[in-house]
C-alpha cells in the first residue's frame, strides 16, 4: 500500500483488513470466470458474489477447472462457489444461477468492485450502463468501478473503467468486431457451409416455427433445437460439419476459448481488483490489450471517453440523414452502426411512436410506419428517443436532413 509514496509489504495489516471489507461481484463463470474466482479468492478477498446463467455441458471440461464430469447439467455459479469455498478457507461465495438483468440497484449497491469475465457483448453492455446510471454525485457510495476482461483465441483485454470518469465499454464498441452475416438468399437458397445451415435455422426457420418467441442463445433447449434443424438442412443439401458447439458459436458469435489466454486475462483484471481495492499501487488507465499468436506481447493505452457516446457522454448524438429514407432503413443502419449495434430498437418522439418492437398490440399499430419516408414522420432537428433490450437505458438520436 503506498501511504506518502512509501510502499508496505503485501501482508501488511491495512491490506489484509481492506480485502476483508472489500465485496466484490465476480459476472460470468466460464472460462475466464472461474479462473478470475479462483485468483480473487487466493489473493485474500473474503466476500465474493457470483452470477452466471449457464449450466456446465461437456465442452466447458477442458479449460473450467473447477467443473467435473459430475457437475454436468447443474449450475456454474453454485458449484464454482462451492468448489472454491471447499479449496480456499476464510472465503464465502454467494452464487446466483440467472441473468444480471434479474437484479436490482440495490443488488448491485452492495459491492465495492464489480468484475466481468463474460462471453457476451450485450451482457458486457448491460452491466457497463447499469453501472454508469447508478452513479449518484451526491453518494460517493453509488460509484462502483468496473473491472473487464475478454478472450478471443490467443488475443485477449483487460480494462478499469470508473463508471462517468473514464471511457465506458459503449465508448469502445466500435473496436469490437460486428457479427458475421451472410447473405438471405445465400441461406435460403443455396446454402454451401454449416454456418448457412445454422444461420438459416435461427433467422428464418425459428420464427415460422415459433412465431414471436425470442430464441435464448444461453438456453440448452433452444440450441439443440438449432443444431437438430440446421442439422437435418445440412442432410438436405450434402453438408456435413454441423455440430452443438458450432451452433452455439455461430448464434452466440463465440471464438473457441484458450485456457492459458483466460489465465492471463484473469490474472491481469484480479490484480487491477487487488489494485484498487487496496490502493497498494496504480491501477491500469485504462485498456491492456493482450495477443499471444506469435509470442507474448501486451500493449497499454488510454482509451479516450467520447462526448457523444450514448451512456457515459454529455452530448447528444446527431446524424444527418436522407429524409427519403424509411423508417426500416434507419432501423436496419442503427443495428449496423459500429458504435451502437443495437438488436431490436424501438422508436419515439416526444409526440408519437415511430416504432414499437413489442408489446405485440403496439407493433401492430406502428408496424405501416416501417415503409413510410423519415420526412413524413418527423421534422429535420427532432429528436428519437431509442430503446433496445440491448441496454437498461435509452439513446438520444438528433436528425437532421441532408439539403
Known sequence: ???????????????????????????GAGGLGCEILKNLALTGFKHLHVIDMDTIDISNLN??????????????????????????????????????QDKDDDYYH?????????????????????????VDEEDPESWKPLVDGGTEGFKGQARVILPTMTSCYECSLDMFNQRTSYPICTIANTPRLPEHCIEWASVLEW???WGDVQYDTDNPEHIQWLFETASKRGSEFNITGITYALTQGVVKNIIPAIASTNAVIAAACCNETFKIATMAAPYLNN???????????????????????????????????????????????????????????????????LYMQAPPVLEQATR?????????????????????AALPVSLQLRVTYAQ
Request: aromatic share 8%; hydrophobic share 40%.
Open 110 to 134: 452492495q459491492f465495492q468492485i464489480v468484475v466481468c469475465g463474460l462471453d457476451s457483448v450485450e451482457a458486457r453492455r448491460w452491466i457497463n450502463a447499469k453501472l454508469v446510471e447508478m
Open 287 to 353: 485498456y491492456m490489450m493482450y495477443t499471444g499468436n506469435d509470442g507474448v506481447y501486451t500493449y497499454t493505452f488510454e482509451h479516450q471517453k467520447k462526448a457523444e457516446c450514448p451512456v457515459c457522454g454529455s452530448a447528444s448524438m446527431s446524424t444527418t440523414l436522407d429524409p427519403s429514407m424509411t423508417l426500416t432503413e434507419l432501423i436496419d443502419w442503427l443495428q449496423e452502426k459500429p458504435d451502437v449495434q443495437l438488436k431490436k430498437p424501438s422508436l419515439r418522439t416526444a409526440t408519437q411512436s
Open 63 to 100: 479449460r473450467q477447472f473447477l467443473f467435473r464430469s459430475k457437475d454436468i447439467g447443474k449450475s456454474k455459479a453454485l458449484v464454482a462457489a462451492e468448489f472454491v469455498m471447499q479449496r480456499v478457507p476464510g472465503v464465502t461465495i454467494e452464487p446466483y444461477f440467472g441473468k444480471i
Open 207 to 209: 420464427p415460422k416455427v
Open 368 to 388: 405501416a410506419n416501417l415503409e413510410k419516408p423519415l420526412s413524413s414522420l418527423i421534422d429535420s432537428g427532432d429528436t428519437i428517443t431509442i430503446t433496445d
Open 1 to 27: 500500500m503506498q501511504i506518502d509514496g512509501i510502499i508496505t509489504p503485501l501482508d501488511d495489516q491495512q491490506i489484509q483488513d481492506a480485502l476483508e471489507q472489500c465485496k466484490v461481484l465476480v459476472i
